[in-house]
């Protein structure tokens, strides 16, 4: 119950395209769901989060939808730049427990030019 | 900004070697995380701590311990290192976002 289910694992992307990658969760207790992004070398870094009570949120080319009773989230990345290439993870986390993450499995995007 | 510091990006160690990694954030933070991350696998909670001296056991203790004497810095010990604990170890520490230093890939022959 304390997981979370990313996919794809891997994801190839024509430059000016879509990317999205799928989170689904069961614990109905998790109120916030960031992503993070990862470039090879690099530590994560938070890129956008989310929590429940809005079914959407947009930063840029970044947009997460929220579907509350299906508990899946996604990320779309509108205009796909080579430079969004990299390793996504989605997570989920219920607030008063420390700051503990549960992170999906990740999807590495390839953007090709 | 916040600054999550690990005090090595590249180590290489022998079997058996008794290991530290240290983590330092600069943010007043009272949670810190260790993971370590393979392909394939993604993030692997290690330990975590909530407060000075308190620690507990993540998803994958065996085989590490931790320390956090003072509220900025986390250190994970490998207590006498194996070769299937080469890969990237990555501290984090948080509020409610989680803020990753730069990792340490750690290989041990």
């Known amino acids: 119950q304390q997981q979370v289910k990313q996919s794809p694992q891997s994801l190839i992307v024509q430059k000016g395209g879509i990317s999205i990658i799928n989170c689904a969760y069961e614990?109905?207790?998790?109120?916030?769901f960031p992503w993070y992004q990862q470039f090879p070398g690099k530590g994560p870094a938070l890129l956008i989060a989310?929590?429940?009570?809005?079914s959407e949120k947009k930063e840029g080319r970044f947009t997460i939808s929220f579907n509350k009773s299906a508990k899946q989230f996604s990320l779309h990345i509108m205009d796909s730049q080579p430079g969004d290439s990299a390793t996504y993870f989605c997570a989920a986390s219920s607030s008063g427990n420390t700051g503990k993450l549960i992170f999906g499995q990740g999807t590495t995007l390839q953007v090709k030019p | 900004d916040v600054k999550v510091t690990q005090s090595s990006r590249y180590l290489v160690k022998r079997t058996g070697e008794k290991v530290f990694l240290e983590c330092v954030q600069d943010?007043?933070?009272?949670?810190m995380f260790w993971y370590r991350q393979d392909p394939g696998l993604g993030l692997r909670l290690i330990y975590f701590?909530?407060?000075?001296?308190?620690?507990e056991k993540g998803d994958i203790p065996e085989g590490y311990s931790v320390s956090r004497e003072k509220k900025e810095r986390f250190s994970l010990i490998l207590e006498s290192a194996s070769t299937n604990q080469t890969s990237m170890y990555l501290c984090?520490?948080?509020?409610?976002?989680?803020?990753f230093g730069p990792g340490t890939r750690l290989t041990v022959l």
């Open positions: 943010m007043d933070h009272e949670n």
């Open positions: 989310i929590r429940p009570d809005v």
């Open positions: 701590s909530y407060d000075v001296k308190m620690k």
């Open positions: 984090a520490s948080s509020l409610r976002e989680q803020y």
């Open positions: 614990n109905t207790a998790f109120d916030y």
